[in-house]
């Protein structure tokens, strides 16, 4: 008996030793049928995804980058000014007496740096002794108290060059900083009397941010633009690509059921000639052994008639045989036996492959139209056939019942089972029956869906509207 169905929005998942619903055709309009995968909406979707993370992507790049070059060229150009001021201003008002830690020289160099080097440019000046000493600092604070010096400012020293980079404002030496960056930049100078000392500025970071942003700007202009270019050519190709591969698609969907057919044609022919030719001939054949029969034992010879009939037995058993085959070969028609009768001899062909099948159909399920009851057959057939190939022994229930404006077929085994995840990657191309059941799902707009397990047995089910809209039943 068919498990009670899954929600529909179950999830296509194995839980422990049981199993849920896969759906391996998902119910469409069967006015657009759209092949599996190549749904244009889904490679539209799929594309305008790519984008947006390239978009991410870049903008992040972007982002980067335009910070890293903005601090490098910040730095460069702050080297500059420094050099400038050392030059021009510093180095020529030094004196022996600030080297020496006089505050008079002191107060004379803070005259000179708040009258030309202090301002939105620079916002903070130091001059050190190579012992750690601040000698000079716009903030008195500062000014005698020692400080270890880090590895850069020794560096500086000892191979005179100017150094500039981005501050770190948790040091001991910048207590008196505001904000949470700066650009700190030193170079050496030295006095009249050849002693060297330590310059150093700390310049605003603001201009650094302004810098990124013009260069975000542009990196995200020209990357932006250059896609939308690159969308805006390539999408005629891809759309020229996607209706080719729908138009393959279709093609193939119709070459296997023109294959289908062409098997069903041959079915048909080699049927007549069974049914017209050899099996004829054995019922003939039957009826001359039974004369003979009766024609011995009216001689008297009873030896002879029983062994005709044995003969006549026989024959009559392997036309049984045959005739039992021809149903299988070529069951009777669909448009002229109707689905219930059709489905009957389904299972009655199955049943002499070692297989019980029940066959139940609610009683408000007919009549449906003959484009769905064919769609219904092929199901019901290829699901039968699976149970035969791979379950027997084993008990079949076919059901067929409606629910709401769909009908469901049920067709269930208990059977070994087998791995969904199988037929779900594989989509059993290998398998042209199975195959062919999913193209027709799919151009049909029904869903079809399966729940197997290894030993728990399989379960098909079809889903398809009842009717559509003006759609006369048969």
């Not at 896609?227 to 209706?243: E, H, K, M, N, Y």
């Not at 290829?382 to 379950?391: F, G, I, Q």
Request: aromatic share 4%.
């Amino acid at each position: 008996m068919v498990p009670d169905p899954a929600p529909r929005s179950s999830p296509s998942t194995l839980d422990g030793d049981g199993a849920a619903w896969r759906v391996l055709v998902a119910a469409s309009d069967a006015d657009a049928p759209t092949p599996p995968g190549l749904s244009t909406r889904a490679v539209v979707l799929r594309l305008a995804a790519g984008l947006v993370a390239v978009l991410v992507i870049v903008g992040l790049l972007a982002t980067f980058a335009a910070q890293w070059l903005a601090e490098r060229e910040a730095v460069n150009d702050a080297a500059g000014v420094t050099d400038v001021l050392a030059d021009a201003v510093i180095q020529p008002a030094l004196t022996s007496a600030l080297a020496d830690g006089e505050a008079d020289a002191a107060e004379a160099m803070d005259d000179l740096v708040r009258t030309h080097v202090l301002g939105d440019d620079v916002v903070r000046v130091k001059i050190w002794s190579p012992g750690g000493t601040v000698l000079y600092a716009d903030e008195p604070h500062l000014i005698g108290r020692t400080f270890e010096l880090d590895e850069a400012q020794r560096q500086a020293l000892a191979d005179p060059a100017t150094h500039a980079a981005v501050s770190d404002l948790s040091e001991a030496e910048n207590e008196f900083e505001s904000g949470t960056r700066l650009l700190e930049v030193y170079r050496p100078v030295w006095t009249p009397d050849g002693r060297e000392l330590l310059f150093e500025v700390y310049l605003p970071y603001d201009p650094v941010a302004a810098r990124s942003a013009d260069l975000w700007r542009g990196f995200a202009g020209v990357t932006t633009s250059s896609l939308l270019l690159l969308v805006a050519l390539t999408a005629p190709i891809v759309w020229g690509l996607l209706r080719r591969l729908r138009g393959e698609e279709r093609r193939r969907t119709t070459l296997l059921e023109h294959v289908v057919d062409a098997s069903d044609a041959e079915r048909r022919r080699i049927a007549g000639t069974l049914h017209d030719g050899p099996v004829q001939e054995l019922v003939a054949t039957s009826f001359a052994a039974e004369v003979a029969a009766d024609t011995a034992g009216r001689r008297g010879d009873a030896a002879s008639a029983t062994a005709l009939r044995d003969v006549g037995n026989a024959v009559r058993g392997n036309i049984r045989v045959l005739r039992s085959l021809l149903m299988d070969i070529y069951p009777p028609s669909l448009r002229a036996a109707g689905l219930r009768h059709a489905l009957h001899d389904l299972a009655a062909t199955a049943r002499t492959r070692g297989v019980a099948v029940e066959v139940t159909l609610d009683g408000d399920v007919l009549p449906i139209s003959e484009a769905r009851e064919q769609l219904i057959y092929r199901v019901v057939q290829e699901t039968l056939r699976n149970a035969v190939a791979h379950a027997a022994p084993c008990t079949v229930s076919v059901r067929l019942r409606r629910d709401g404006g769909d009908i469901l077929v049920d067709v269930g085994d208990d059977g070994p089972g087998f791995d969904a995840d199988a037929v779900a990657r594989s989509r059993p191309d290998g398998h042209l029956g199975t195959q062919v059941l999913l193209d027709l799902c799919a151009r049909a707009g029904a869903e079809l869906s399966l729940r197997t397990a290894p030993g728990a047995g399989v379960d098909w089910r079809l889903r398809v509207r009842a009717a559509d809209p003006g759609e006369e039943p048969r």
